[in-house]
């Protein structure tokens, strides 16, 4: 199966093929309020960052919890929205920032955790594309992920555009000079990215019933959000596992032939990764890789960026844009998943 979104009809492909772009348009016109909020974070100098977010872009925000560990030093932690909205208890949050993510603004138990957070004195930041939403009005500062319309359900754009705004806010804090300059060359490389060929993956998933997703570190967050995109537009049983964890348990269960799908960024997880991935396949997993030189595996074709914080935003791209050809494939129209709708309001 050769994947070529750029021919596809499919609303998710169109998105898919707008990313560089929009990814660009955030960093231009969105690059003002970033350096504000950043400012803003700066002067607060908190003491820890919680994140408020769900599906997608729970997933961004997992990945924007590694990334602030590991530049800031700032531990982070997801809060659990129903912890304001459902059960109304209040959280000792002053002296640190909430980081809360969206597409739409409008989840009612997303909006009341914001909320929440900054009655109890924590500075709110709202990541999201509808700067008028209730999320927007509910936060003390708000970014504009400058996505333009996303009209499939699968989130794509919106996606990398939140993980994007986060990382170029975490740089801008920290004034890190190499992460800007990956940032700033980061639409050329996702045009690149685009286009990679992982079609030999998808010709494998065709009549799949499941599949692994292994990550480590920012990674993680990249094989989470994989892993939501197979169940969501493939109908596919998918689970994502940190390369260390998935020796605990559920490795009892890969047999001959299972697929696995591993991301590996260059950093210094990746060592871990591969070795995991080389353990999987030597147990007759069929495993693919974002990596060369694993005995027994297939290697697939990826854009490196300038920094290992922005190779997993490349990653997932190159997997967005297989995926949305292998739900075609499987007879199903990725824009209309089963059950979903675009916005999902939860309380």
């Not at 990313?19 to 909020?37: F, N, T, W």
């Not at 939501?228 to 596919?236: A, G, P, Q, S, V």
Request: with cysteine; glycine share 8%.
């Amino acid at each position: 199966m050769t994947q070529s979104p750029q021919a596809a009809a499919s609303r998710m492909a169109e998105e898919i093929a707008e990313i560089p772009e929009a990814v660009a348009r955030l960093l231009s016109e969105g690059g003002p309020m970033i350096r504000a909020v950043a400012a803003a974070a700066r002067a607060a100098d908190p003491a820890f960052i919680v994140t408020v977010a769900r599906g997608s872009s729970d997933h961004a925000a997992a990945c924007l919890k590694y990334a602030a560990e590991l530049t800031l030093g700032l531990p982070v932690a997801s809060i659990g929205p129903s912890v304001a909205s459902v059960y109304h208890a209040p959280l000792r949050l002053g002296g640190g920032l909430c980081l809360a993510l969206s597409q739409s603004g409008q989840s009612p138990d997303i909006v009341a955790m914001t909320r929440a957070a900054g009655r109890a004195g924590a500075v709110s930041v709202a990541i999201t594309n509808h700067p008028a939403s209730p999320l927007a009005a509910a936060a003390a500062h708000v970014i504009d992920i400058h996505a333009g319309p996303e009209r499939s359900v699968a989130a794509t754009k919106t996606f990398v555009t939140s993980l994007v705004a986060g990382l170029a806010l975490l740089a801008e804090w920290h004034g890190d000079p190499a992460l800007l300059a990956a940032l700033a060359d980061l639409p050329e490389r996702l045009e690149k990215a685009v286009a990679c060929d992982w079609g030999a993956l998808g010709a494998v998933l065709v009549d799949a019933g499941s599949v692994f997703t292994l990550g480590r570190g920012p990674g993680l967050a990249i094989a989470g959000e994989a892993a939501l995109k197979f169940k969501e537009t493939c109908r596919i049983h998918a689970e994502s596992y940190s390369s260390a964890e998935v020796a605990h348990g559920p490795v009892s269960i890969v047999g001959q032939g299972f697929p696995v799908l591993a991301f590996a960024t260059a950093d210094a997880a990746e060592p871990g990764i591969l070795a995991t991935a080389a353990a999987m396949a030597a147990k007759g997993a069929q495993v693919f890789v974002t990596a060369p030189d694993v005995p027994a595996a297939m290697r697939l074709p990826v854009v490196r960026t300038a920094h290992p914080l922005t190779d997993p935003v490349a990653l997932i791209v190159s997997f967005y844009a297989m995926v949305e050809a292998l739900a075609r494939a499987r007879g199903i129209d990725p824009d209309r998943p089963r059950h979903l709708r675009k916005v999902t309001e939860t309380v």
